[in-house]
Each structure stands twice: as structure tokens, then as C-alpha cells.
């Protein structure tokens, strides 16, 4: 076998949850160059006309799911939908996830003391107890699957201190604890449980912080790189997880972050910028 063939999936059933922009879209499109069926998801169908073109013109399946994952019951009726579309799932994409939001659709930054609880309601609801959902549901499907890998889409923020999103942060950690437990729990059914943790990427959920100046200066500053990832970046790093050249790979948290997560204050010598929430 060339080792290239090892990256293949072609026949594989796939679902990628928030897959109409940003890394979920660039994440399916890889999917479906790799052979992949898909069924894609986000809250509205509108949203994923761009995400199933880009599918079908590489040839592959695409069906369009909407669900709000905010909502009880949301995550497991998707998963069973697109398992229904698709004849059953091979690999599982969970990137779906959500900030505080204001109600002019803006996320909403404040530290722990000053943030609602309505807020950390809806973080908890859509990127810890959905996920936890989903995997439920997930879980039958995989198990009658050849070659089953369930991805988590964490985020470096669960690794590293991030003021003014507490919420969010403490949600991503925890996706990476539920993938080192579904990984050994699930290993002897030939289930493999993986989480990526990307960087800041630009997105438009980042677009507050890449676009506003001092902000991107700072959150740069700290990454060794000292600059951005795109949403292409993070592709490769979920090909190789979800592909047979990850066939021994399992219950680990894959970093693509520019080196952020690696400690460098005391000696790399770049100097940083006034944090911006020195005042708050």
C-alpha cells in the first residue's frame, strides 16, 4: 500500500456537526477529497448551501441536517438522522460548539464575576452536555462500524488560561477529559476517541478578537508562531485522526496551535504587549 493510501476514506460515512463556515466546512470538504460521504449540520439549512455544493463537487453524498444543539433532544435526533441518511456512520466530526453571544449575535466577554449565569447555561448546554449527548448517541452506530473514529473539536483554550472565557474554556477541557474516558471505555469495540485542540484560528466566531487590534496583538504575542492559523491548518490534523494512518491512535488530544500550549514566558524573550483585561 502506498502511504498515501493510508489518508483514504473513501466509502466512509461521516457527520460534521457545525459545518457551514470556518474549520466544520474546511473539515468537510477535506472529508469528502478524502472519499467521504457526509452529512453536514448547523442551525439552519440555509446555512450549509455553500458546505454541500463544495461536497458535491467533489463527487460525494451530501445531506444537509439543521438542529439546534441549545435544544434537549437536539444532538441525539442528528445523530440518528444522519446515521438514517447515510446507512450508518463511519466517522464522527463534532465541531459544533458556541460562545456567550449578546443579542446582536456578537460574543460576550466579561470575567466569571461579572458574566451571567444564563450564559454559562448556554456554553455548558451546547459544548458539554450536547457533546455528551451526541457521543451517546453516536456510540451504537460506531460500534457497527470497521473503522470508527469519533473526533472531538476542543480547543486550545482548554489547555491554556483564557480570561473572559471562563465558560468556554472550562467546556473544552472537559471534551478532552470525555475523549480519554470514551477512549478506554470504548477501545475493545474498535471505537477510537480523539480531540483536536486548535489554535486561534480565523474564523468568524474569532473575528471579534483577530479583528480588533490590541486584542489580536496580544493573543499573537503569546503564540510562538506569532500569528493566526486558518481553518485549512487544522484540516490535515483531523484527516490523519479520522483515517486508517491513525489506526493505533486513540484517547489523545492532538495541539495545532502554533505553539501556544508550550510554555514560553521565561525564556523565548518576546516581549508582550498590556494585556488588554488588565483594567477589567
Given at each position: 500500500?502506498?502511504?498515501?493510501?493510508?489518508?483514504?476514506?473513501?466509502?466512509?460515512?461521516?457527520?460534521?456537526?457545525?459545518?457551514?463556515?470556518?474549520?466544520?466546512?474546511?473539515?468537510?470538504?477535506?472529508?469528502?477529497?478524502?472519499?467521504?460521504?457526509?452529512?453536514?449540520?448547523?442551525?439552519?439549512?440555509?446555512?450549509?448551501?455553500?458546505t454541500?455544493?463544495?461536497?458535491?463537487?467533489?463527487?460525494?453524498?451530501?445531506?444537509?441536517?439543521?438542529?439546534?444543539?441549545?435544544?434537549?433532544?437536539?444532538?441525539?435526533?442528528?445523530?440518528?438522522?444522519?446515521?438514517?441518511?447515510?446507512?450508518?456512520?463511519?466517522?464522527?466530526?463534532?465541531?459544533?460548539?458556541?460562545?456567550?453571544?449578546?443579542?446582536?449575535?456578537?460574543?460576550?466577554?466579561?470575567?466569571?464575576?461579572?458574566?451571567?449565569?444564563?450564559?454559562?447555561?448556554t456554553?455548558?448546554?451546547?459544548?458539554?452536555?450536547?457533546?455528551?449527548?451526541?457521543?451517546?448517541?453516536?456510540?451504537?452506530?460506531?460500534?457497527?462500524?470497521?473503522?470508527?473514529?469519533?473526533?472531538?473539536?476542543?480547543?486550545?483554550?482548554?489547555?491554556?488560561?483564557?480570561?473572559?472565557?471562563?465558560?468556554?474554556?472550562?467546556?473544552?477541557a472537559?471534551?478532552?477529559?470525555?475523549?480519554?474516558?470514551?477512549a478506554v471505555?470504548?477501545?475493545?469495540?474498535?471505537?477510537?476517541?480523539?480531540?483536536?485542540?486548535?489554535?486561534?484560528t480565523?474564523?468568524?466566531?474569532?473575528?471579534?478578537?483577530?479583528?480588533?487590534?490590541?486584542?489580536?496583538?496580544?493573543?499573537?504575542?503569546?503564540?510562538?508562531?506569532?500569528?493566526?492559523?486558518?481553518?485549512?491548518?487544522?484540516?490535515?490534523?483531523?484527516?490523519f485522526?479520522?483515517?486508517?494512518?491513525?489506526?493505533?491512535?486513540?484517547?489523545?488530544?492532538?495541539?495545532?496551535?502554533?505553539?501556544?500550549?508550550?510554555?514560553?514566558?521565561?525564556?523565548?524573550?518576546?516581549?508582550?504587549?498590556?494585556?488588554?483585561?488588565?483594567?477589567?
Open positions: 500500500m502506498n502511504a498515501l493510501d493510508l489518508f483514504r476514506l473513501d466509502g466512509a460515512r461521516a457527520l460534521v456537526t457545525g459545518a457551514s463556515r470556518g474549520i466544520g466546512k474546511a473539515v468537510a470538504e477535506a472529508l469528502a477529497d478524502a472519499g467521504c460521504d457526509l452529512a453536514v449540520t448547523a442551525r439552519t439549512l440555509p446555512a450549509l448551501d455553500h454541500l455544493e463544495a461536497v458535491e463537487e467533489r463527487g460525494r453524498k451530501a445531506v444537509a441536517l439543521d438542529g439546534d444543539l441549545a435544544l434537549p433532544g437536539a444532538a441525539t435526533d442528528l445523530v440518528d438522522r444522519a446515521a438514517a441518511a447515510l446507512g450508518g456512520l463511519d466517522v464522527i466530526v463534532h465541531n459544533a460548539g458556541t460562545l456567550p453571544m449578546t443579542e446582536d449575535g456578537s460574543p460576550r466577554m466579561a470575567p466569571l464575576q461579572d458574566a451571567r449565569q444564563q450564559d454559562w447555561d456554553v455548558v448546554s451546547v459544548n458539554l452536555n450536547a457533546t455528551a449527548a451526541l457521543c451517546r448517541a453516536a456510540h451504537p452506530y460506531l460500534a457497527d462500524s470497521s473503522r470508527a473514529s469519533l473526533i472531538l473539536m476542543s480547543s486550545v483554550a482548554g489547555l491554556v488560561g483564557t480570561p473572559m472565557m471562563e465558560a468556554y474554556a472550562a467546556t473544552k472537559a471534551q478532552l477529559s470525555l475523549t480519554r474516558s470514551l471505555g470504548w477501545a475493545r469495540q474498535g471505537i477510537r476517541v480523539n480531540a483536536l485542540c486548535p489554535g486561534w480565523r474564523t468568524d466566531m474569532t473575528a471579534f478578537a483577530s479583528e480588533t487590534g490590541p486584542l489580536s496583538d496580544w493573543l499573537t504575542s503569546h503564540v510562538p508562531m506569532g500569528r493566526w492559523a486558518t481553518a485549512d491548518e487544522v484540516v490535515g490534523a483531523t484527516l485522526l479520522a483515517s486508517p494512518a491513525a489506526s493505533f491512535v486513540t484517547g489523545h488530544t492532538l495541539v495545532v496551535d502554533g505553539g501556544l500550549a508550550v510554555p514560553d514566558d521565561v525564556l523565548s524573550g518576546h516581549p508582550k504587549p498590556a494585556s488588554p483585561f488588565a483594567a477589567a
